[in-house]
């Protein structure tokens, strides 16, 4: 990075995670940016001024909070920095927060009371906070429904529908097609480029397309993902890239033009596909059901403790898991399988069973 002059201020931000790889898919030439650090993709930036009275007043928040929760017992994920656990009366609660929208789960409804009232005896003299009690909460996009006991429901319906409702093209019930892709969605866009208005209007339905995609949506990522790789200098056939459908068929024909020489392409069609651990069933037109059964049932059969029906408790997390581990370490053979299956296991609730994770990470902290 380029040193600042004398006199001049330069603000530099760091990027890691996942916010590496959207930022390649929006801006393909930063890739050559991109370097490893302990083994992680790292990006620099040169952050403007205006963002970054943001970003450090938010930073600002989060050391604060994290600071509190720390003092009352709290112990941060060191896999996810949103995220914090504690054992209260012999039962874990667990705290996510973005920015000041906090989210607490307990057992014991009245421990999520005590943490209520500390909330707003800490910051209440700033704003009086909201609380919001029940069993369906909106959060972050998310519809988390716990109406069933034992069972997490999460839906992102409003959060499509608050999309569509602010896009200027309106559809109908009867505007259905088969897959989100044009068939000339990998084509160079074509048309005039798109005015300023437009052009935030696109930027701003990819954002919450390419968000919603990582959530609920998998289906619509490929094309999000291309779209995405456009919001720069959008052209009017990026605008209408989605309204035209039988881009399967010519995909794979091209697959199998482009690599069939090496190895014939297995084209693999229907309305049930097994992909990356996940079932993906298209069964009812116009839904996507996810499931990741099979994936956990390997899982559990390729562990050497063997569990039956009868082999059920309240929480994935035991009394103890916040203490430091006992006993001896486990031999190579034990230790290959415990990676194995805390890296599964982390996969898995990343996607599929979030009430795993908090478990799942910690013991990913022990590897």
Request: net charge positive; aromatic share 10%.
């Amino acid at each position: 990075m380029p040193g600042a002059k004398e006199g001049e201020d330069r603000i530099y931000m760091k990027i890691t995670g996942m916010m590496v790889q959207i930022l390649i898919d929006m801006a393909p030439e930063y890739c050559k940016y991109v370097v490893f650090k302990n083994g992680k993709r790292v990006i620099y930036v040169q952050v403007l001024h205006a963002i970054y009275g943001m970003l450090q007043s938010s930073l600002l928040f989060y050391n604060q909070l994290q600071s509190d929760l720390e003092a009352k017992g709290f112990v941060f994920d060191p896999y996810d920095p949103c995220f914090a656990n504690k054992v209260d009366n012999e039962k874990q609660q667990t705290i996510r927060f973005h920015v000041d929208d906090v989210m607490s789960s307990h057992m014991d409804p009245k421990v999520d009371d005590k943490f209520a009232e500390w909330l707003n005896m800490r910051y209440g003299s700033i704003k009086a906070c909201t609380i919001i009690r029940g069993k369906i909460h909106r959060y972050l996009g998310m519809t988390l429904d716990f109406l069933v006991k034992g069972k997490l429901k999460i839906r992102m319906g409003d959060y499509d529908k608050n999309m569509l409702e602010a896009f200027p093209i309106k559809f109908n019930k009867d505007s259905k097609q088969e897959t989100p892709a044009g068939n000339n969605l990998l084509e160079a866009g074509k048309g005039k480029l798109l005015g300023a208005e437009y052009r935030q209007i696109f930027h701003t339905t990819v954002a919450r397309g390419l968000y919603v995609s990582k959530k609920a949506r998998l289906d619509i990522h490929p094309t999000i993902t291309i779209l995405a790789l456009r919001v720069r200098e959008p052209t009017e056939s990026d605008w209408k890239n989605h309204m035209d459908p039988k881009v399967d068929d010519k995909f794979a024909e091209w697959l199998n033009m482009r690599y069939g020489s090496i190895k014939a392409c297995t084209i693999i069609r229907g309305k049930i596909h097994r992909y990356l651990g996940m079932t993906l069933d298209f069964l009812v037109k116009g839904k996507l059901k996810i499931r990741m059964g099979d994936y956990d049932k390997n899982m559990l059969e390729a562990f050497p403790i063997k569990f039956n029906k009868d082999s059920k408790q309240e929480t994935p997390a035991g009394n103890n898991l916040l203490e430091a581990g006992k006993g001896k370490l486990l031999s190579a053979e034990y230790c290959q399988i415990f990676h194995t299956t805390v890296a599964r296991g982390l996969y898995v609730s990343k996607r599929a069973c979030l009430d795993i994770h908090p478990t799942i990470t910690i013991l990913a902290s022990r590897v």
